[in-house]
């Protein structure tokens, strides 16, 4: 497929030069890893030369308030009491100190250790990092893992309600649920799933991972036991910063996953939460300190400030969903509504060269990178041969970035 140069030119909007993203590259894969702007990188330099300047001052003196001010604006952004947040580097790791820390909890207190008489609930679209959490702590346990069968094309949020809650039962302890599912880009009607849970006994907790920037957020109101997110992704922080709400009544059984100073600090102007949270050992938390940077560079960059970016990257995902729809002529899989700044469509079954044989990344994802320059993921859901294809939308992008990729995959898929 050649190309123009003004047709190139087209696809970069105005936004681009924020990013340092290679130009020759259309990425419509933001939703993987995120991406970072440039004034947001160079404050995380800056952070990290005033640490190298004098390392002690700066672990000793300086990194308590600053972190405290990230929090505090972190805090106000997802609608959070700051004394109920902590970071952690990924919302991967937010699921295990979870995890973890009910799984080696004191057996004696049955309100918070699983056991084998316990069901641990979540579905089949949980991210397959946090399910193998899931399986290593009721392998560690005995307690038995349910599973809600979430269906997909799925016709409205009432149906995932009536996929979990059938699958309550007396003796469910937790419930692990995405917020923002990664395979198929649906949101989760989370708020009602928390308040109907709690309404049976049930605790929560939510791996929110794509939602920080892509949904407006209200932790207090959303009745969440436990909630994680990165900050990496529609935030676009630098990579390794994310957070863990953990409800007051819940985090003296909370700790992190390595245990530190915090454990038996005398000090008693913090909680024992933020102690071992807050310092796990030496590491760079530079892009911990650049999360209110990069929550205020976002939010200046449309005159609504986050609520028009949210909304217009949103427009942006359905339109070129849409489009994509209309160019392979299938159906979009699910309502507008469950859709937020990803969106996934349904492509042909793949025929495999060599049955049997798994690729790390299916070949049309492959092909579209290698000979094209679109960097978008293909996913197989459920399975093999069956496949989706899950575009982002992020403010750097373009309706004719999503128009090049249809033109794309009919010229790759008709091959």
Not at 31 to 50: H, I, M, T
Not at 393 to 408: I, S
Request: with cysteine; proline share 8%; aromatic share 8%.
């Amino acid at each position: 497929m050649k190309e123009k140069i003004s047709d190139f030119i087209l696809r970069h909007s105005e936004f681009q030069k924020l990013w340092s993203l290679d130009p020759a590259v259309t990425f419509l894969n933001h939703g993987s890893f995120g991406a970072c702007p440039l004034p947001v990188l160079e404050a995380q330099q800056r952070y990290r030369a005033q640490l190298e300047r004098e390392p002690l001052r700066f672990f000793v003196r300086e990194f308590e308030p600053l972190l405290d001010a990230a929090r505090d604006e972190l805090a106000q952004f997802v609608g959070a009491d700051p004394e109920e947040l902590v970071f952690v580097p990924n919302a991967t790791t937010g699921v295990n100190a979870i995890l973890r820390s009910l799984g080696l909890a004191d057996p004696s207190d049955a309100s918070l250790a699983f056991s084998p008489d316990d069901e641990l609930l979540t579905t089949d679209q949980e991210y397959n990092a946090c399910r193998n959490a899931l399986n290593f702590i009721a392998s560690r346990t005995g307690a038995r893992i349910v599973v809600a069968t979430v269906p997909f094309p799925i016709t409205s949020p009432e149906q995932v309600i009536e996929a979990v809650m059938e699958r309550v039962s007396p003796r469910t302890k937790l419930a692990l649920l995405d917020h923002v599912t990664s395979q198929t880009g649906l949101i989760f009607p989370i708020q009602q799933l928390a308040h109907q849970l709690a309404e049976r006994g049930v605790d929560t907790l939510i791996d929110g991972a794509h939602a920080p920037g892509m949904l407006p957020l209200n932790l207090r109101e959303l009745g969440a036991t436990y909630y994680t997110g990165n900050c990496h992704k529609w935030l676009c922080s630098p990579k390794g910063a994310a957070f863990l709400y953990v409800r007051r009544d819940k985090q003296s059984a909370i700790r992190p996953l390595t245990i530190s100073h915090g454990a038996n600090s005398p000090r008693k102007e913090r909680s024992r939460f933020h102690l071992e949270f807050d310092w796990m050992g030496t590491d760079d938390p530079s892009a911990y300190l650049c999360v209110a940077e990069a929550i205020r560079f976002l939010g200046s960059l449309l005159p609504g400030g986050w609520r028009e970016l949210m909304a217009r990257n949103r427009a942006m995902a359905l339109t070129a969903r849409q489009l994509l729809c209309e160019t392979l002529q299938v159906s979009p899989p699910c309502p507008d509504e469950m859709i937020g700044s990803m969106a996934t469509v349904p492509l042909p079954d793949e025929i495999p060269d060599s049955p049997g044989e798994m690729q790390i990344t299916p070949p049309l994802q492959d092909a579209l990178c290698d000979h094209f320059g679109i960097q978008v993921p293909v996913i197989y859901w459920p399975a093999p041969p069956k496949q989706l294809i899950r575009i982002s939308a992020q403010v750097y992008n373009t309706p004719a970035q999503y128009e090049y990729l249809g033109k794309t995959l009919v010229e790759l898929l008709s091959s």
